[in-house]
């Protein structure tokens, strides 16, 4: 009895010391709302730990009496007392962005501080604006402005999605087997102002993402509160008008935030034939915390869009002085779209160590596209105009469970996931048509049942100033597709499961110089219906890609990050949308170098650059005949940017995309160019007055260039060449906001 009250002393005095060693907190700002990713660093005992998205905390060897050093970029730092194990609430005060505060070691993802740091510097007003913030990455319109972006990085034509997978609050965008190309990720459902934050990374070397994720992925995540409620009008060149609203609805609510936006869009852009354009965005979110810092998030949107387009037009026609640069040869192009998103995210702390968070998703979509790539080539009497259309539904889900414990002396952080998707797309079709009113053939029609399940799990472990991050990814697909134009009823279907092993190494050789070497197995899947087609083959192309890279501060206000890559695709995706076919073009190489710097000159005052080089190159073809159409090999952004300067705000940037190749031998150029663009605002009290330019200095460019072989009305023969849609001119627009 005794020995046994001994062990019950013994084990009592051990529960109370572990419970004396750690602490639970949370870092708010001073609106009372938590703020993500504060550093908590305990000057006794070295002790350290990042807030989560809720703002919570938890901190081992650390007891009552300690002292906290808590800081955020853009926050004062503070040092507080422990004086409770439990419950310790920290505010921070919001202050100027000081880089010279900034300290690698104390990052959560430097890569992401970097982002947030753009996107509080130059925020957006744009879809387009909104992409543009990952750098190195090119877009381009080329379809009167309802339809998704072109997207480049990294040496790929991503097309419309196919290499980089992109999402918003836990919702995918890409759009598998689409009815105008695999990937299709249409963006323009998010309003800019309500973007809070950027995440991003190149390479496959993350296990959270899955399909399309070669060249990397982007996530957006919308704020969870608004500081005031505005209202914005903008008017501009070519008949153009935007409108947007953001309305706080539970001002001053504790523990409880809602808000609404609302955006409305219309021009006629600069185009000869007016493109008759107009967008409408609706958007709410509703956030809730319980006592235990629980965190639970209704949003929902709804976007509808309609435009005409001209087209892409030949070179020949404009270098013989038929049609402008602005011009058309056939001006009954464009289409609509509309989606509807609701989503519902939970974030639980189920024990002070393990955290759960989890999203569950619909989305209706509904998508028509009618298009004219080679105008009389296929049909010398009606055109070849074709009408891409499509129905669809997603149902999604995704849990991701987090755990921190310590093997000895070694910090290990364990997460793993688990991820449904599942979509029914109804009538995916490809007809060509005549005049956008009557059908003349049905090329493609049918019923796509897409199925993706994923489960994951990735560990870091922590050994001082070296992480070791081994990640393991498992996806399984279901593709079933019902062609209507067949005779008879069949269902065809196919399966396939990949596994992705990543392998991530970190090492902080000084406070302020991070090492890193990233690895991985990515890959991006194929159209539904090519994928029955080919009886299951080729459904699933790995890529495998290596990252060797630094994130450095050599001076208080300059960081500089730089990689090193490597990335090999087993085989390359070409969408032909006048055929409706996905040709593969076989395997690829390509490597290259990142630079990027920002620079704080003055409090108010930044200065950024990123440039990219990429040498792309297919493997089994000839050399001189192995160019990657419309690869990019380098690209240089870069600006000034203006921070609250006695109430003004704003910046001049330029992008630059250089000279590449339209097709395999090189023999056709698309052209690069620069263009700059300005921005200035002024702030009195409540009323911000601004005026914005795009391409300052009114430069002729292309915005989107394709390698097309075409034959007009009055040609004999085909000609194969340039066909573009021209970049914006010197476009300015005048903007007023009202804040209350």
Known sequence: MKNLKLLFILLVSVVYTIQAQNVKGVVLNELNQPLEAAYVYNLNSEAHAHTSENGVFFINQTKTGDSLKVGLLGYKTTIVKVTSTTDLSIVLQEKVFQLDEMVLREELNPVSTIARLDLNVTPVNSSQEVLRKVPGLFIGQHAGGGKAEQIFLRGFD?????????????MPVNMVSHAHGQGYSDLHFVIPETVNKIDFGKGAYYASEGDFNTAGYVNFKTKDYINESSVS????????????GLFDLLENTKNQNAYMAMEYIATDGPFDSPQNFNRLNLFGKYVMYSPENDKVTLTASHFTSRWDASGQIPQREVDNGNITRFGAIDDTEGGETSRTNLNVTYDKYITDNTTLKANA????????????????????????QIKQKEDRQIFGANVALNYSTFL???????????????????????????????TLENIQLGDINQTNIDAFVKADFEFGKFKLAPALRLDYFKFMYYDALQTNYETQSETKAIVSPKLNFYYNAQDNLQLYLKSGLGFHSNDARVVVANNGKDILPRSYGADLGTIWKPFPKLVVNSALWYLFLEQEFVYVGDAGIVEPSGKTRRYGLDLGLRYQIYDWLFLDSDATYTHARSIDEPEGEDYIPLAPDFTFTGGLSIDDLNGFSGGLRFRYLNDRPANEDNSIVAEGYTVADFNLNYRMKNVTLGVMVENLFDVDWNETQFATESRLQNEAESVEEIHFTPGTPFFIKGIVTYNF
Not at 163 to 168: F, K, L, S
Not at 234 to 240: A, C, H, P, V
């Open 158 to 170: 991503v097309d419309h999605g196919t290499d980089v997978a992109i999402g918003v609050d836990g």
């Open 408 to 438: 000895g002396s070694t910090e290990l952080n364990l997460t793993s996931g688990f991820g449904l998707r599942h979509d029914i797309v109804d009538g995916v079709e490809l007809s060509r048509t005549l005049n956008r009113s009557t």
């Open 233 to 244: 009008l903008s008017l501009g060149q070519f008949n153009t008008l935007r409108t947007v």
């Open 361 to 384: 998703y619909y989305s209706k979509y509904a998508f028509e596209l009618y298009s004219n790539f080679t105008f009389f080539l296929e049909d010398p009497v009606n055109g070849d």
